[in-house]
């Protein structure tokens, strides 16, 4: 049996389908040309460039299994995929921790403007560094704020997991019931429990100091022009989850007005093409979709991606 890891797979991911019987081939076809290939293969692996949607599943039907690399599969037609019987498999635990990290690498980037100076140092450091030492003078410590999680899946818990190591207190939202603690395990097998509290939607845009969200794309953003009204002054905003999650021209004004302070994007409407305001802003951190791109969780990944394609191909 054939699989296309279309976005590539860790080595020792690609080294257990391989030791299992499996011929895994590596080399990226482009989109415009995989109907016309991929039912040469018997599934195939995506992360979140490649789109599998019903025209390519119909044009493959020796497709027996679609592995999605990550959490979302909002690139995939994934009920359209499992009425015509193929096996459609994602890693969402893989990831949390990683993802987790970067928020908080943009959170502290945010907190003391390090996305700003690094920005201007280079230009202006050595001529006009008294200024700019003024300019980022106002920095905030993040322990003792309160961070709102909307989302409270695993890589929301993750997520909470730091900010509460940090000091912070944490209100979190969720469809269902949640937690009211949390473990979180330091070094030497320390296990702590501390609690964090669930609240509606609203009472965590009005009472966080930061927000960060994990939630799908759905109809509209999570976040838009009647959410941002309740937010708190001097808010800062996270999204590591999904592009369109936050309305991104409305998150533009908000930063123009002083209703958010600053704001971190990892994902973005027209991925892969953000929008020139957003790039340009000089209150917005920005990354490119990197949320799990660490080794450590591209390894998690392959495995967890490769024991479950094995399991449904070998049926």
Do not use: C, W
């Not at 482009?30 to 992360?47: H, W």
């Not at 410590?141 to 940090?166: H, M, S, Y």
């Not at 509290?197 to 927000?211: G, M, N, R, T, W």
Request: negative net charge; glycine residues 10%.
């Amino acid at each position: 049996m054939r699989i296309l890891a279309n976005d590539g797979i860790d080595a020792t991911g690609k080294q257990l389908l391989e030791e299992a019987g499996f011929e895994v081939d590596t080399n990226h076809i482009p989109q415009e040309e995989l109907a016309g290939k991929l039912n040469s293969y018997d599934a195939i692996t995506v992360r979140s460039a490649t789109k599998v949607r019903q025209e390519l599943i119909d044009a493959s039907p020796n497709i027996k299994a679609i592995g999605r690399g990550g959490v979302g599969m909002d690139n995939i037609d994934v009920e359209y995929a499992r009425s015509k019987g193929i096996a459609v498999l994602n890693t969402p635990a893989a990831s949390s921790l990683s993802v987790a990290e970067l928020v908080f690498g943009h959170l502290l980037n945010g907190v003391r403007f390090l996305y700003d100076s690094n920005r201007n140092m280079p230009s202006k450091g050595n001529t006009n560094f008294a200024a700019l030492k003024k300019a980022y003078a106002k920095g905030v410590e993040l322990r003792g704020k309160t961070l709102g999680v909307v989302g409270f899946g695993r890589i929301g818990r993750e997520t909470a997991k730091v900010a509460l190591g940090l000091g912070m207190d944490v209100i979190y939202t969720d469809l269902f019931d949640g937690p009211k603690s949390l473990s979180l395990t330091f070094s030497g097998d320390t296990v702590v429990e501390l609690p964090v509290k669930q609240a509606s939607f609203e009472e965590v845009l009005k009472q966080s100091d930061f927000i960060t969200l994990h939630v799908p794309f759905l109809d509209k953003p999570a976040i838009g022009k009647d959410e941002f009204a309740l937010l708190k002054d001097g808010v800062g905003l996270v999204n590591a989850s999904r592009g369109g999650v936050i309305d991104e021209l409305e998150l533009v004004k908000a930063l123009e007005n002083g209703k958010v302070a600053f704001a971190a994007l990892d994902v973005f409407d027209n991925e892969p093409t953000p929008r020139i305001e957003v790039l340009s802003h000089p209150r917005i951190s920005l990354t490119p979709h990197i949320g799990a791109a660490t080794n450590e969780a591209q390894q998690r990944i392959g495995v967890e991606l490769a024991t479950l394609l094995i399991d449904a191909l070998k049926k």
